[in-house]
């Protein structure tokens, strides 16, 4: 299982920026992806998640950023608006998967870091 991410990069303060992220690889289904950022020595915190039709936000991002899901291409996308210099970070995406049928189990898988930077 492999967790593509692309879309970061540098955007001016106000401007927008989407990420996307893909599941690839033999899985029944996904429960849950969605995206975290991490700075040097802090944890890696919620940005927003989806579960099923149900999207989830940090409360500093809530009404700026829109996370959505394509379930024919296990993609979501998160269009991330009004940025500022609190938002620049390494962004990770992860997915909750289901590996085999009639499995309650599922497995945590993360894609490689994107950077958003966000400038004056």
């Known amino acids: 299982v492999q967790l593509q991410a692309s879309g970061g990069g540098l955007v001016q303060a106000g401007g927008s920026l989407t990420l996307s992220c893909t599941v690839s690889?033999?899985?029944?289904?996904?429960?849950?992806m969605g995206w975290r950022r991490q700075g040097p020595g802090r944890q890696r915190l919620l940005v927003a998640s989806?579960?099923?039709?149900?999207?989830r936000y940090a409360d500093s991002v809530r009404g700026r950023f829109a996370i959505s899901k394509d379930n024919a291409k296990n993609t979501i996308n998160l269009e991330m608006n009004n940025l500022d210099h609190e938002d620049a970070d390494v962004y990770y995406c992860?997915?909750?998967?289901?590996?085999?049928?009639?499995?309650?189990?599922?497995?945590?898988?993360w894609g490689h870091g994107t950077q958003v930077t966000v400038s004056s």
């Open positions: 989806i579960s099923g039709d149900n999207p």
């Open positions: 992860y997915a909750d998967v289901i590996l085999l049928e009639n499995s309650t189990y599922t497995f945590s898988y």
């Open positions: 690889g033999n899985i029944f289904s996904i429960k849950q």
